[in-house]
């Protein structure tokens, strides 16, 4: 969908309190990939949960009904925002926890002498608990990246399917790489050979969440403290998937495809507040357009802008770096091809730029950010680590100056 206005970034930025406090005002946020900024109605929805809300929901008084029907809202505008059905959005404490309990239930599953095709471009969370599955007698296969650009290309996929791959392990895009994988082509040659597609988009749903069901992915997860909110993991499974496997939730709860993969309580209050992601997902398009969408067309229309606005801040930053000699920029250096997590090899180990950077008042990350196997692959030391550059559509044009002037001073 091709953006039809520029996003207001005085009204986005508006959004986010964090971007007035005297304490970080004066700091350009640019580890963005490790965690976002969280949007004022998810401050405000967990505010109000903790005030008057905090007891058992679902009970039947009026505090305790509203608690639960609240986490209903969440759970529902955010599968409507991504095109999918509301009993197939669960939320957990984190998707690494996530991932580790759907392994669980595809180790229960699947047959020995069955495959499964994971990456060597995944955050260790979507390749470490798939990988384990060997132990059970599952054959793991890795797809891998090439080791000059990190990308991960669909040939490499189609030497590794057979009539014995089950699932097919893969990122959005990598927190290293930040090239956005064509997720909806790899999900369908995945489901012509007869498997499964499970989609890691930790990195890529700050960018704007996707219409999960036209990328055809039937297993998406994400972490809502990158989109704005509080530290939890969405869970998106195909509801024939999701009640074949084997529940890992309480006995009483196998009929609830929401609650098959939550072997723990829900945080109530968290995911209560996750509801403020969609409430901004909806001013930021009431405030643009004037045009009447449905809630997964408004989604759709925001994640588009968001797209534009990262580019065109993108593309001066790729430029700077692709031009820079004494570093190694990891991924495309065309902005529309991947996401604005920018990852630099240099001379120094990555961690000792941190601080001088700091100093400049930008905020960066560095270090191995749970990819060794990446790292590796690309022949980077993961001790020795990456510089890493994020951001999202609230950062500006003065942050983007002030950073490529700190790494000129620095680098």
């Not at 770096?321 to 604005?340: E, F, M, Q």
Request: aromatic share 8%; with cysteine.
């Amino acid at each position: 969908m091709a953006p039809e206005t520029a996003l207001d970034v005085e009204f986005v930025r508006a959004q986010f309190p964090a971007l007035s406090e005297p304490v970080l005002r004066d700091h350009a946020f640019f580890e963005n990939a490790g965690g976002s900024y969280t949007c004022r109605y998810v401050l405000w929805r967990l505010n109000r949960f903790y005030r008057e809300r905090k007891m058992q929901p679902y009970s039947p008084y009026s505090p305790s009904l509203e608690a639960g029907a609240e986490m209903d809202e969440a759970r529902t505008r955010l599968a409507r925002a991504m095109g999918v059905n509301n009993h197939e959005v669960s939320f957990g404490p984190s998707t690494s926890q996530n991932t580790y309990v759907l392994a669980q239930a595809f180790r229960d599953w699947l047959e020995p002498g069955d495959a499964i095709i994971v990456t060597n471009q995944d955050h260790e969370a979507n390749s470490g608990p798939w990988r384990r599955l060997a132990d059970a007698g599952i054959e793991v296969r890795e797809w891998k990246i090439d080791p000059e650009t990190g990308h991960l290309g669909i040939n490499g996929l189609r030497a590794l399917m057979d009539d014995g791959v089950r699932l097919v392990c893969f990122p959005h895009c990598s927190n290293i790489v930040g090239e956005i994988n064509p997720v909806a082509r790899i999900t369908k040659l995945v489901h012509e050979a007869g498997a499964f597609a499970c989609v890691d988009g930790v990195s890529y749903a700050p960018h704007g969440l996707p219409n999960v069901r036209k990328l055809g992915a039937d297993i998406y997860m994400f972490s809502t403290y990158k989109t704005y909110g509080p530290h939890q993991g969405v869970l998106v499974m195909s509801e024939d998937l999701g009640m074949a496997l084997p529940n890992q939730g309480h006995y009483f709860n196998n009929r609830h495809l929401h609650k098959r993969f939550t072997p723990a309580g829900p945080d109530h209050a968290q995911v209560a507040a996750c509801a403020g992601i969609a409430d901004y997902i909806d001013a930021l398009y009431k405030h643009h357009s004037p045009a009447g969408r449905d809630a997964t067309g408004r989604a759709e229309q925001v994640h588009a802008w968001m797209r534009s606005r990262e580019s065109t801040l993108m593309q001066p930053i790729l430029d700077y770096l692709a031009a820079k000699n004494s570093v190694r920029l990891i991924g495309p250096s065309v902005a529309r091809d991947r996401a604005p997590t920018i990852a630099i090899q240099t001379a120094t180990r990555a961690e000792e730029l941190v601080e001088p950077l700091a100093a400049h008042g930008v905020m960066v990350g560095g270090g191995d950010f749970y990819a060794n196997r990446t790292l590796e692959a690309l022949g980077i030391a993961p001790d020795h680590g990456v510089l890493r550059i994020s951001f999202v559509h609230y950062t500006d044009e003065n942050e983007v100056d002030r950073l490529i002037d700190a790494l000129d001073a620095v680098l």
